[in-house]
């Protein structure tokens, strides 16, 4: 069962896609499930819940800005009444409501470092993110491989998703997630029985994965 668990209606700043036209999207690229992830906003996940369709698992969450990058929050119902930009205490907040906090896009924005305790906080980090497949930090390149190693060092599990702001980048990021409830998803997504899907790349991006395997 593949999953994205990241993306954005009209209820985030940067985006104008419908709930309607994104749940439409998702059935027709093969989705099985999908969790809308509004900036700082239950909304767009609540009336997801409200208009799923069969066979399309909806995972409530949104994605919330800290002092230490975006936190994706999943399972929750409400949102914090004044923004929490402290990172851990965000996640504490996330825990106290039954969910699931997750980094997004380690890395991005220039992102140079992630405190040992955040990542203690969370439950996992997003190993993969179709906006961010590499991220560049002081001439640097961070990328799954560093984000993997991340994880597996703290033992949190990795989710991906497609962090779409258009319908056509919905499903370019997937989770395979053996689930065909969203209380599935959670279970499977807690013991880390998960598998992040690449996208297609075509024998141009298979052969640049090569050199950069060969070049490191």
Do not use: C
């Amino acid at each position: 069962m593949q999953y994205d668990l990241h993306m954005h209606s009209r209820h985030s700043f940067d985006s104008t896609l419908d709930v309607p036209g994104m749940l439409a999207r998702a059935k027709k690229v093969g989705l099985d499930g999908v969790a809308i992830t509004d900036h700082d906003s239950i909304e767009g996940a609540r009336e997801a819940l409200s208009l799923a369709p069969e066979g399309l698992v909806v995972i409530p969450g949104a994605e919330f800005s800290t002092d230490q990058g975006h936190v994706l929050a999943y399972f929750i119902t409400d949102a914090p009444a004044e923004p929490i930009q402290d990172a851990i205490a965000l996640v504490s907040w996330v825990h106290d409501r039954g969910g699931i906090a997750v980094l997004a896009h380690p890395f991005a924005h220039g992102q140079m470092s992630i405190s040992k305790e955040l990542v203690k906080a969370l439950d996992g980090l997003e190993g993969y993110n179709a906006r961010y497949p590499g991220s560049h930090v002081a001439g640097m390149e961070y990328g799954e491989r560093e984000i993997r190693a991340l994880a597996e060092a703290h033992g949190k599990f990795l989710t991906a998703g497609s962090d779409a702001h258009a319908y056509g980048d919905i499903g370019k990021g997937r989770l395979v997630i053996p689930a065909t409830t969203a209380e599935e998803a959670r279970e499977a997504l807690t013991r880390g029985n998960t598998v992040v899907a690449h996208p297609r790349k075509g024998p141009i991006g298979d052969l640049m994965d090569r050199l950069r395997e060969w070049w490191q």
